[in-house]
């Protein structure tokens, strides 16, 4: 199948009821309804956008599509989603969607006064494209010429920890480096830790374009024995593997299905304790969200276990208040967790278990203080009974713990409020004209 589906020329942005905020563009190469469980940097990104779009941003979308018979363009609210083109599968297509994409953007860029890359991809590389040509527009214009006024504020996200980092890739992709020399042509770049900062500078990004924006947490809120019990009916009726009664207490873990069945770490952990921790525990209900190459195999282990009617497998989910409403645990046990289920955990004031790896120690000792990040309910993931061993201490803890959960997401409020956050982004996002 070609990458290239309708001519530039016949993927203009549709005719739309203009809201009053400032217009922007928000290139990322996935974003789709169904995107918590399965992706961690869709979720984030799917959290960012619609916070934008709720605080007032004119908000639209640019992605690929990832199979032939996905529609061209849908929306989401107020948010459309234009699905342009067909997402690229090597080097080659690598290349044509690129220069595609930029041109797409070229022919749109009077729509918008901001436009942001979604990481550190080749999709920064059709955005330098893009504002590169409009600066030469701008600069071969007449003064008396009518017609495009200014150039789109351009920034790109540099986000993820560990292995799951974005500057590890700019490392081994074999694009990396033209991705680095484009971002000279952007705005800005915003990171979310120190590690990008000097990742960026080391590979000559001048610092004055480099800004840090840590995420933001809304205030908790105390969620109601009514609320709670309303939140787990519907998802029951949704789902009957979601059943959970008055007095179960639920575990949830949301990602990417993948890894190696033979190493504790990701879904593995989960499924590697189930069986114990429900002998253990009658009430307790896990819920295993998200899908990919151990689904399957995920399965047939719970199943061969005895456990699969207490433990879901629900697949993937487009709206997670209900589940965030419902759950007691959430277990944090891989790198790919800090962009989503980790900091969403902690926002809704729900008991954590965090794997104790380099990465998730730096980034909880980046929003919390060393005694507050001491506190958290860490867990050995090379030892297979030390997460048992830190799920039975929240358990029988549990009000404690509740206590523990909010005054933590409260702290995380104060020391960076989502307020703040989208006041960082509205200075830098202010459109420049000439």
Same mark, same amino acid.
Request: proline share 5%; with cysteine.
């Given at each position: ?35 918590? =469980? +399965?992706?961690?940097? &869709? $979720? ?10 709720? !605080? @007032?941003? *004119? ?116 694009? =990396? +480096?033209?991705?680095? &020399? $484009? ?10 830790? !120190? @590690?990008? *900062? ?116 629900? =697949? ?19 790198? *790919? ?98």
């Amino acid at each position: 199948m070609s990458i290239l589906g309708s001519s530039p020329q016949g993927s203009s942005v549709p005719e739309r009821k203009r809201r009053n905020g400032q217009r922007v563009l928000w290139v990322t190469r996935r974003f789709w309804p169904h995107v918590y =469980g +399965r992706h961690a940097r &869709a $979720s984030a990104s799917y959290e960012l956008v619609r916070r934008w779009s709720a !605080a @007032g941003y *004119d908000m639209q979308v640019v992605t690929p599509r990832f199979s032939g018979h996905w529609s061209e363009g849908f929306a989401i609210g107020e948010i459309p989603v234009h699905r342009i083109v067909a997402a690229p599968k090597g080097e080659w297509s690598m290349q044509r969607y690129v220069r595609y994409l930029g041109n797409w953007m070229i022919e749109q860029l009077e729509n918008f006064d901001a436009i942001v890359c979604d990481g550190l991809s080749d999709e920064v590389r059709s955005v330098a494209m893009a504002v590169t040509h409009a600066r030469k527009q701008q600069n071969a214009a007449s003064p008396l010429a009518s017609g495009f006024h200014h150039v789109p504020t351009a920034v790109a996200i540099c986000d993820g920890w560990g292995g799951d980092a974005d500057e590890v890739w700019c490392r081994q992709a074999r694009g =990396g +480096r033209r991705v680095l &020399a $484009s971002l000279a042509e952007l705005d800005c770049v915003v990171t979310r830790h !120190a @590690g990008a *900062d000097r990742f960026l500078v080391a590979h000559e990004i001048p610092s004055e374009r480099i800004q840090r924006i840590p995420r933001g947490f809304a205030r908790p809120e105390r969620q109601t024995l009514k609320q709670r019990s309303a939140a787990r009916k519907s998802l029951a009726s949704a789902n009957h593997d979601l059943t959970a009664g008055p007095e179960d207490r639920v575990l949830l873990w949301c990602g990417e299905m993948r890894g190696r069945p033979d190493r504790e770490e990701g879904v593995v952990t989960l499924i590697k304790n189930a069986r114990l921790l429900c002998g253990r525990y009658p009430n307790l209900r896990i819920w295993l969200l998200g899908d990919g190459e151990l689904h399957d195999w995920a399965h047939r282990e719970l199943k061969a276990e005895g456990v699969r009617g207490v433990v879901a497998i629900p =697949g993937t989910f487009s709206d997670m208040t209900d589940v965030w409403r419902s759950v007691d645990f959430v277990a944090a046990t891989c790198e *790919d967790h800090l962009r989503y289920l980790l900091p969403k955990a902690i926002e809704s004031a729900v008991a954590v278990l965090v794997a104790d790896q380099p990465p998730m120690r730096e980034w909880v000792q980046t929003y919390f203080e060393p005694a507050v990040a001491d506190s958290f309910a860490w867990y050995e993931p090379k030892r297979i009974a030390s997460f048992r061993k830190t799920f039975r201490m929240l358990w029988e803890e549990l009000p404690d713990v509740t206590q523990h959960a909010w005054e933590i997401a409260n702290e995380a409020a104060h020391r960076f409020h989502d307020n703040e956050e989208m006041h960082r982004w509205a200075e830098i996002l202010s459109p420049r004209r000439s």
